[in-house]
C-alpha cells in the first residue's frame, strides 16, 4: 500500500481531539526519553520532535515514526503505526524501561508521512525533520496499542528495552 492510500483510509475515524488524546500517551514516551537523560542529544532537541510529531498528526498526514536508539553493537527501536478504524484497544501509556539503554546511545527520529499534504512538507522541509534514516522495525510485533473512538497507534519495540 502506498503512502498516500495508506494515509487517507487514516482519516476514516481521525478527528483533531482523537489524535491529540493519543498524543498525550506518545508523549509520555516522549518524557520518559528526556527522564532517561541521553548524553547525545538535549532536551530541547527530544521536545522539538515531540512537537513535530504533534504537528503532522493533528494535520491528519502521519502515518509512522520511529525513535532509534544506536550503539556500535547494538539498536534499539520504538515504532508508533497510525491506525484508524481498527484499534479497539487502549493500553496504558509508559512501561518502556529507556534504562537497558546506554546512555551514549545515539538517537534519531524517522518519520513516514502523506507527501500530499502541502503545509506539512513546507514544515518538514523548513524543520529539517524525520530525514536522518531508515525504518527498522516495521516487522517487530505490536507491544502496545492507544486509541480514540477507532483512531490510534500501535506501538512496536524492537530491541530489549
Not at 493519543?22 to 548524553?39: A, C, E, H, P, Y
Not at 497510525?82 to 484499534?87: A, E, F
Amino acid at each position: 500500500m502506498n503512502t498516500t492510500t495508506q494515509a487517507k483510509s487514516i482519516s476514516d475515524a481521525f478527528t483533531e481531539a482523537r489524535a491529540r488524546y493519543v498524543l498525550g500517551k506518545i508523549f509520555d514516551t516522549f518524557n520518559n526519553i528526556i527522564f532517561r537523560g541521553f548524553t547525545t542529544i538535549t532536551t530541547d532537541n527530544l521536545k522539538q520532535w515531540r512537537d513535530d510529531i504533534q504537528f503532522i498528526m493533528e494535520k491528519n498526514a502521519l502515518v509512522a515514526f520511529e525513535i532509534q536508539f544506536r550503539t556500535m553493537e547494538k539498536k534499539w527501536v520504538v515504532r508508533y503505526e497510525v491506525v484508524s478504524g481498527t484499534v479497539s484497544r487502549d493500553d496504558e501509556s509508559g512501561g518502556i524501561d529507556f534504562y537497558n539503554i546506554p546512555a551514549d546511545a545515539s538517537l534519531s527520529c524517522v518519520i513516514e508521512r502523506d507527501h500530499n499534504n502541502e503545509e506539512v512538507n513546507n514544515y518538514v522541509e523548513r524543520r529539517n525533520f524525520g530525514k536522518n534514516g531508515e525504518f527498522i522495525a516495521e516487522s517487530a510485533a505490536i507491544y502496545k496499542s492507544h486509541s480514540k473512538d477507532g483512531f490510534g497507534v500501535n506501538l512496536k519495540i524492537l530491541g530489549d528495552i
